[in-house]
């Protein structure tokens, strides 16, 4: 069965940082497109980063420069540094494959 | 950044059909924008129902499916069913990254 689990997110004054760790299993995230996406409150989906193997990372012009996409294979687990957090980051992040998606995280800035 | 549009909001009948479709500020809209679409019900993760212009998954329902009409994405709901009201979203690819529209509420009334 496959399955997404966030975590790492929490509150960060701006300007911080906070790394998102989304563990995967029933799969292998190294072999698969894998995603960022958030959702500020009330607000709709907003694509943050994707990485894959052979395509490479891409990142939305909002976060490129800040955030950074990476895997780890022994842990099969997927990551996402923040850094240089400000307010318009406040989002509930979501990692996911082409198909399957995690419960999210919820990450806030604020002072 | 490419901007991606679809209807605000959309109104179907139990049992009714319905298309909600998904435009790029870029032009047209190809197999090589790799379209998804995906349903939000409040309080939920999202869920995919499409991805790659017209492929399900094993959860989708067989009344939704996925094309490409008049140079845009396009969800058809066929035989609308009161659980699927909610917002759906699409998602489309340019080199690589990613640009979601701004969603559909549909509501089933």
């Known amino acids: 069965e496959v399955q997404l689990v966030e975590s790492g997110g929490g509150l960060v004054q701006p300007g911080g940082s906070l790394r998102l760790s989304c563990a995967a299993s029933g799969f292998i995230v190294s072999s698969d497109f894998m995603y960022w996406v958030r959702q500020a409150p009330g607000r709709g989906l907003e694509w943050v980063s994707m990485?894959?193997?052979?395509?490479?990372?891409f990142y939305a012009d909002s976060v490129r420069g800040r955030f950074t996409i990476s895997t780890d294979n022994s842990k099969n687990t997927l990551y996402l540094q923040m850094n240089s957090l400000t307010a318009e980051d406040t989002a509930l992040y979501y990692c996911?494959?082409?198909?399957?998606w995690g419960q999210g995280t919820l990450v806030t800035v604020s002072s | 950044q490419a901007v991606v549009t679809q209807e605000p909001s959309l109104t179907v009948s139990p049992g009714g059909t319905v298309t909600l479709t998904c435009g790029s500020s870029t032009g047209a809209v190809t197999s090589g924008h790799y379209p998804y679409w995906f349903q939000q019900k409040p309080g939920q993760a999202p869920r995919t129902l499409i991805h790659d212009t017209s492929n399900k998954h094993s959860w989708t329902p067989a009344r939704f499916s996925g094309s490409l009409l008049g140079g845009k994405a396009a969800l058809s709901l066929s035989g609308a069913q009161p659980e699927d009201e909610a917002e759906y979203y699409c998602?489309?690819?340019?080199?690589?990254?990613?640009?979601f529209g701004g969603g559909t509420k549909l509501t089933v009334l």
């Open positions: 990485t894959h193997s052979i395509s490479g990372t």
């Open positions: 998602l489309l690819f340019y080199s690589g990254t990613g640009v």
């Open positions: 996911a494959n082409r198909g399957y």
